[in-house]
DNA sequence: GCCGCTCTCTTGACTGATTCCAGAAAGCGG
DNA sequence: CCGCTTTCTGGAATCAGTCAAGAGAGCGGC
């Protein structure tokens, strides 16, 4: 498990400033991948019960400007940051708990960056969003 | 063009009561797709200057459910309505002016649809949104 | 064509996530 | 250790979207 001192590294070499929130946050993110903004909060007050909110959303902002983390934002749910970056995963999100999981691209490259028609627009990214039902829901629905 | 005629029709094979505002609605979602639902109110009280906003998102939630229009949330945007529906299509988001543009899905079908490893989910469906500059925005930068 | 049932629309208040602001506090380079 | 600059705190504001109650309007049957 990364420490600290991972963290502090992390962020100096992203030429952020050290400060406990950042470094609280950058753990809750790297420790429970998927969070949505609430929990990271929780998550972080656990270490230091002090922060307020703003800091949070700053210091998220901040981290995904400076590309430590990534902000995605299902249909139907608050905005949630995860750690893995620069791999091009996509992700499920299960229609009835919400529950959201990693998917690694479907040709295990990058097919879907290329549209076949692209309008003129210069794409440098694509966001891939499954939509379906999870183990467990599914288990339910059916029974 | 369509006429008030045809989306009645829509309405009724939809099993929907046909009422002022969702024609309203349902014209103005045709005749701007990608519209966002301040959009919409505004199309609508072009005609029917009386439609509370409750009316109008009572209505598209309405039309969604009943697969004539097809709600989608661009991260970063508010909800947007779009009227091609069953083609399986995607989007283009400028990242700088918001504009959106329809792509057809990559391989002409459905490629996307198959996930490498689906982590037991069973997917129905995938969105696919791609992030890059339209071409006015993009000759203005480069520029 | 009229009646009544039921769904839909209007009005207005409310929620919850996110952002803006000003001042206090803390990190970093010298 | 100092001072500058960025960051954090606390509180208020915004904005999309939702909830609720009562008035109004479509649809099916007569």
Same mark, same amino acid.
């Given at each position: 498990?990364?420490? %600290?001192?991972?963290?502090?590294?992390?962020? +100096? $070499?992203? %030429?952020? +400033?050290?400060? +406990?929130?950042?470094?609280?946050? =950058?753990?809750?993110? *790297?420790? &429970?991948? #998927?969070?949505?903004?609430?929990?990271?909060?929780?998550?972080?007050?656990?270490? *230091?019960?002090?922060?307020? #909110?703003?800091?949070?959303?700053?210091? =998220?902002?901040?981290?995904?400007?400076?590309?430590?983390?990534?902000?995605?934002?299902?249909?139907?749910?608050?905005?949630?940051?995860?750690?893995?970056?620069?791999?091009? &995963? #996509? #992700?499920?999100?299960?229609?009835?708990?919400?529950?959201? $999981?990693?998917?690694?691209? %479907?040709?295990?490259? %990058?097919?879907? =960056?290329? $549209?076949?028609?692209? &309008?003129?627009?210069?794409?440098?990214?694509?966001?891939?969003?499954?939509?379906?039902?999870?183990?467990?829901?599914?288990?339910? +629905?059916?029974?």
């Amino acid at each position: 498990m990364a420490t %600290a001192l991972d963290f502090t590294q992390m962020l +100096r $070499a992203a %030429a952020l +400033r050290v400060t +406990r929130p950042r470094v609280a946050v =950058l753990g809750a993110v *790297l420790a &429970h991948p #998927h969070a949505d903004t609430d929990s990271i909060i929780g998550a972080v007050r656990r270490d *230091l019960p002090e922060v307020s #909110h703003q800091a949070v959303y700053d210091v =998220l902002r901040a981290l995904t400007a400076a590309g430590l983390v990534r902000r995605i934002q299902p249909p139907g749910s608050v905005a949630r940051y995860e750690s893995r970056i620069g791999d091009n &995963h #996509h #992700h499920v999100v299960c229609r009835s708990c919400g529950l959201i $999981a990693d998917v690694d691209c %479907a040709a295990g490259e %990058a097919p879907c =960056l290329t $549209a076949s028609d692209d &309008h003129g627009f210069s794409i440098d990214e694509a966001e891939v969003v499954y939509r379906g039902l999870c183990p467990d829901c599914s288990t339910t +629905r059916s029974s």
